[in-house]
């Protein structure tokens, strides 16, 4: 499903939520969406926790019988931390918990969250998939039918809809997906090198680094390191 924006999407992914549902994410999580979630969503009786995701303990402890949402973004805006999909997806496998993942720094085309165990997956469309500037766009993929109706119901309701020519110009812009992805990872790779030997830079925060904290669950779950 396509929408008016990525925070368009996300609100949409929220709505399917009751006041007194739980909702677990990570602590370094886009801006937008931490304010959505704090400003907007807490008001109207939601609860978030804010946990490191890569460590599977600090979530399993937030976890309780009112959890119906984890919301998972990786790599993360800004800090580039990558949280292990299957492992979340083991603890929501089977239970009334929805795992949700937002896919906008890696795009489908370095990672697919659905075949890694997650319910629904969100991109900002507005970044690499629209990839010329030029259109705000947001993105739901899911692969039930159930809660694609549920939430086509509550896009059709609220009214974040994709308008004809962002459509049109996204549409445009996936095309060239593969090319600008494979160029934006040689660009990312080699800006991170330079960064990493430069004298007056302290720190560089790149998966595909060795000694990145999570280099081995981002070699594991991505084609590719990213932008
Ligand atoms: C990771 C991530 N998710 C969601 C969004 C929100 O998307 P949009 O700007 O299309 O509303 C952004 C935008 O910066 C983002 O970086």
Redesign the pocket.
């Known amino acids: 499903m396509a929408?008016s924006?990525?925070?368009?999407?996300?609100d949409a992914v929220v709505k399917l939520l009751q006041p007194g549902d739980e909702v677990i994410s990570t602590n370094d999580?886009?801006?937008?969406?931490y304010r959505l979630f704090r400003q907007v969503f807490e008001k109207m009786g939601i609860v978030f926790h804010f946990v490191d995701m890569r460590q599977l303990d600090v979530v399993k402890e937030k976890l309780n019988d009112k959890t119906r949402l984890l919301w998972v973004?990786t790599p993360?805006?800004p800090m580039m931390q990558v949280i292990d999909i299957k492992k979340m997806a083991e603890l929501t496998t089977g239970k009334d918990i929805l795992l949700a993942v937002?896919n906008?720094?890696a795009t489908p085309y370095l990672q697919r969250p659905l075949e890694l165990g997650a319910d629904i997956v969100?991109?900002?469309?507005?970044?690499y998939l629209g990839g010329h500037s030029d259109v705000?766009?947001?993105a739901l993929v899911v692969k039930e039918k159930e809660l694609a109706d549920r939430l086509y119901f509550i896009q059709n309701a609220s009214g974040a809809v994709c308008g004809p020519m962002d459509s049109f110009l996204t549409l445009r812009g996936i095309k060239t997906l593969h090319v600008r992805m494979q160029r934006h990872c040689e660009n990312g790779e080699k800006v991170a090198r330079f960064l990493a030997d430069h004298p007056a830079i302290e720190k560089v925060y790149w998966p595909g680094f060795e000694d990145h904290p999570s280099h081995a669950v981002a070699t594991e779950q991505m084609d590719a390191y990213g932008g």
């Open positions: 929408f924006s990525g925070l368009g999407a996300i999580l886009y801006g937008g969406s973004e993360t805006n937002d906008t720094f969100m991109h900002s469309a507005t970044k705000v766009v947001g």
